[in-house]
């Protein structure tokens, strides 16, 4: 059975970079109420403004997983329009069967057959619905049985529908980003670290193999500290990313190891622990660039 969620390059036609930032402003609403039993002329009663939701300290701060995502994109997509490959589909030869969306959901590997079971219960009927019983079969291999010829162009057809990429996120989130950062935040590191943390589990997955995720963070833990145990946070996050490219190195499909080399070693070199901007780093050859 394949391993779980590892990933290869995709020969994808560099895409113009799309500037993606969104900013939030939320202002609490104030109420003011005057009743009959007020003596006269007392200013009428101010309702205390609702607590605000705690802010985001870290990866998740929505500026900074923008960010990520188009990092991530850089490497799997050779684009940072990471929003242009909610469509994207097409199996890459890695004995995973196809590779789609936003985060290379696969239908080898389970994820892709979530993704659809979510989106499904979301909208019945859409228009992947008919190859559920298919992604069930194939689940584990790299079969393309009860999928062709149509899969693919129904595929980018679900992509056009707002709730598909809501679903795609919402995926990525579950499986993907949200336990990256809670990992990484519970062993102290900072947004570099943690995007660190979930570049590693998009491409190897969080299974128990000795090239997962897990895997990788307890070789690293054996070589150093994270903040959170009182270790360096450099010294740490190169321990990690030792570990990380002896796993890609275990697949050639990964052999090329610039995502770390010429992207995340450069980060950490510049001691950029909170992935200020600007940025400037190559995947594969490539260079790119966020202001």
């Known amino acids: ?48 403004p609702a607590a605000p939701a705690p802010a985001a300290t870290g990866l998740d701060d929505p500026a900074k997983k923008e960010i990520a995502m188009k990092l991530v994109s850089s490497a799997e997509n050779s684009s940072l329009d990471w929003k242009a490959q909610y469509q994207y589909i097409e199996d890459i030869g890695d004995g995973r069967g196809y590779t789609a969306g936003i985060i290379g959901f696969c239908s080898g590997t389970g994820d892709m057959l979530d993704l659809v079971e979510l989106y499904i219960q979301r909208k019945p009927g859409n228009v992947l619905a008919k190859y559920l019983p298919a992604l069930r079969n194939v689940d584990g291999s790299d079969s393309h049985a009860g999928l062709d010829p149509n899969f693919t162009k129904d595929w980018k057809k679900a992509a056009q529908d707002a709730e598909f990429k809501k679903a ?46 897990s895997s990788i963070r307890k070789k690293a833990l054996a070589k150093a500290k994270p903040p959170a145990q009182g270790g360096d946070e450099k010294t740490y996050l190169n321990a990690f990313l030792d570990a990380r490219v002896w796993a890609m190195k275990q697949e050639e499909a990964h052999e090329d190891t610039s995502r770390v080399d010429t992207a995340q070693r450069v980060f950490v070199k510049k001691n950029n622990f909170n992935l200020n901007t600007p940025l400037d780093w190559k995947v594969y050859g490539e260079s790119f660039h966020i202001d």
């Open 1 to 48: 059975m394949p391993t779980p969620h590892a990933r290869t390059t995709r020969p994808l036609k560099f895409l113009p970079r799309v500037l993606l930032g969104v900013t939030l402003v939320a202002v609490p609403a104030t109420a003011f109420a005057t009743t009959a039993s007020e003596p006269a002329g007392q200013a009428p009663a101010v309702a205390a």
């Open 168 to 213: 795609q996120n919402d995926e990525r989130d579950r499986v993907y980003f949200n336990p990256a950062v809670k990992r990484g935040k519970s062993d102290g590191i900072g947004v570099l670290g943690q995007f660190i943390y979930y570049d590693a589990i998009v491409m190897h997955g969080d299974g128990g193999d000795s090239t997962s995720f």
